[in-house]
């Protein structure tokens, strides 16, 4: 995963190979960056039904640290799995 924030606010992410994506719901609350973005975690488990995913990473030393959530999109199947994601600076 790879997040860029711009200095007005918005932020733009890519998972994988996939195309970025606008963050949207970006806001820091308690010491968390959270945001969502309409993307998907890249393994087996978590392509099995359709989602967009959450995060919410903790600044610590540098890092963003933390939980990046995928989020079932279908009405009739609901599930959340959940993956750990350490970002540094570049």
């Given amino acids: 995963m790879r997040l860029t924030i711009a ?6 992410a890519w998972v994988g190979d996939q195309a970025g994506v606008a963050v949207t719901n970006l806001a820091m609350a308690d010491g968390r960056l959270l945001g969502s973005i309409a993307a998907t975690i890249p ?8 989602h967009n995913l959450t995060f919410a990473l ?6 963003l640290r933390g939980q990046v959530t995928a989020n079932a999109t279908a009405d009739r199947i ?6 750990y ?3 540094t600076k570049r």
């Fill in 7 to 12: 200095a007005n606010g918005s932020g733009m």
């Fill in 43 to 50: 393994t087996e488990d978590a392509q099995r039904w359709t």
């Fill in 58 to 63: 903790l600044l610590d030393r540098g890092w």
């Fill in 78 to 83: 609901y599930y959340a799995l959940g993956s």
């Fill in 85 to 87: 994601a350490e970002l």
